[in-house]
């Protein structure tokens, strides 16, 4: 059975371009999640969504950034414009169910340069 | 907001040592704490999962504790092995489906 499936898998970019991070949950999985990992912070989470609605993007840090989950097999993040400060490991993962353990990608290691 | 801490943020053994990881949560209304492990360049495999209402979950090697109340949950790995090594996250869900990482254990096992 495939996990989640993150793409790219390495994002080099100048600075005040657009990014865009894909995600595919496991099948049949109705909760998707999307963390950025910093050696400073540490894993932060950003968004979640619950059967494809947004259910809390308090983690999310601005404007710049912004998450789609169109169906229950893909979801976006994309940030627009990117600055440097946003070069990070980006995570999804999914789960069966609230409560239930999360299932992660191996994740997009995004540098703004 | 909860803070979780993981102690030591670094740790080396060698082969065959039982040995004892430890995360602490400042808020203990906690739905479940869970464990997982990262690879260097990979994303986090879960290793184990305790709801609140349970002590403790084990799986081969590996034990897990929580104690709610106190706001502290151990990993116990026996028989420590090289492909042990690795980093050791543990993450508190609260409402909302929200989880809250660790820091971190960075395990060296040596042969």
């Known amino acids: 059975d495939a996990g989640v499936i993150q793409s790219p898998r390495h994002e080099v970019t100048e600075m005040g371009q657009e990014v865009t991070l894909r995600c595919k949950p496991i099948?049949?999985?109705?909760?998707l999640f999307w963390y950025r990992q910093t050696m400073m912070r540490g894993l932060e989470l950003l968004i979640y969504?619950?059967?494809?609605?947004?259910?809390?993007d308090s983690g999310m840090p601005e404007d710049r950034f912004s998450a789609k989950m169109p169906n229950a097999s893909f979801s976006t993040l994309k940030i627009q414009p990117s600055e440097p400060r946003d070069s990070a490991v980006y995570f999804c993962?999914?789960?069966?169910?609230?409560?239930?353990?999360?299932?992660f990608g191996d994740g997009t290691r995004l540098s703004i340069l | 907001k909860q803070e979780v801490t993981q102690i030591p943020a670094a740790l080396s053994v060698p082969e065959g040592e039982n040995l004892v990881l430890n995360c602490s949560f400042t808020d203990s209304a906690i739905y479940n704490l869970q464990w997982f492990r990262q690879d260097p360049g990979k994303g986090l495999t879960s290793l184990l999962l305790?709801?609140?209402?349970?002590r403790e979950q084990t799986s081969g090697r590996l034990n897990a504790s929580l104690d709610k109340s106190s706001g502290r949950s151990t990993l116990y790995i026996a028989a420590s092995q090289p492909g042990d090594s690795a980093t050791y996250l543990c993450a508190v869900r609260t409402g909302a489906n929200n989880l809250f990482f660790g820091t971190g254990t960075r395990l060296t096992v040596i042969p």
């Open positions: 993962a999914s789960s069966s169910d609230q409560g239930q353990p999360q299932h």
């Open positions: 099948s049949g999985h109705n909760s």
């Open positions: 969504f619950n059967n494809n609605v947004p259910i809390d």
């Open positions: 305790i709801q609140s209402s349970q």
